[in-house]
């Protein structure tokens, strides 16, 4: 077995244990020795992949989370990628809400951020294809609904991810469609 493969193993493992661990114990409470007890490594071979245990938890979203969600490619499917949020947070629920009410809330919040940005910025593209749109404005369009939809999010796991996430699409949706493309357009009048 290579090297590289072996270290994949080694942090899936290590991934496997923290977890584990958070689904009886609060994030900010375990520490590195009690997830190498729990898969039986040691503290030489977590601290040889990561530095601490929120390395090991952004590690988790961005290794396992990102590589569930894909990206879709048309503007009319965005909204298949943002229910595949949805589904991850519901079908991670305990690990999404440990994080959410732990000090790494933040690497929760960057991995929203980072796979909703995607989604936004793919949209903000296609339906700026045939406008005079600077870069610059769709990066900022592009972050401000990123952050609107993060916020939304962020809610739904805080108010307990009661609604159905179908519905705030749909919702989301009717939103988006009107006020990013009048959003768009205005920019390209007033910058002609």
């Excluded at 879709?72 to 909204?79: A, E, I, L, S, V």
């Excluded at 005079?132 to 990123?146: H, Q, W």
Aim: proline share 1%.
């Amino acid at each position: 077995m290579t090297h590289s493969v072996m270290t994949e193993m080694t942090k899936k493992v290590l991934a496997e244990s923290l977890k584990r661990l958070m689904t009886t114990k609060s994030l900010n409470k375990i520490t590195v020795q009690e997830i190498v007890d729990e898969c039986h490594l040691n503290r030489r071979t977590f601290y040889y992949h990561f530095h601490d245990v929120y390395e090991l938890l952004g590690w988790i979203y961005k290794e396992e989370a990102i590589a569930q969600l894909q990206t879709h490619d048309d503007c009319d499917t965005w909204q298949e990628g943002f229910l595949n949020i949805f589904l991850y947070i519901q079908k991670n629920q305990e690990i999404c809400l440990c994080t959410f009410h732990s000090l790494g809330r933040d690497h929760l919040e960057n991995f929203l951020y980072s796979v909703v940005y995607g989604l936004v910025k793919h949209v903000v593209i296609t339906m700026a294809a045939d406008m005079r749109v600077d870069e610059t404005y769709k990066d900022f369009l592009a972050n401000f609904y990123t952050v609107s939809f993060v916020g939304l999010l962020l809610q739904w796991i805080q108010r307990g991810m009661k609604e159905r996430p179908e519905q705030i699409i749909r919702n989301l949706s009717v939103t988006v469609r009107g006020t990013m493309l009048n959003a768009l357009k205005q920019y390209e009048e007033e910058n002609s």
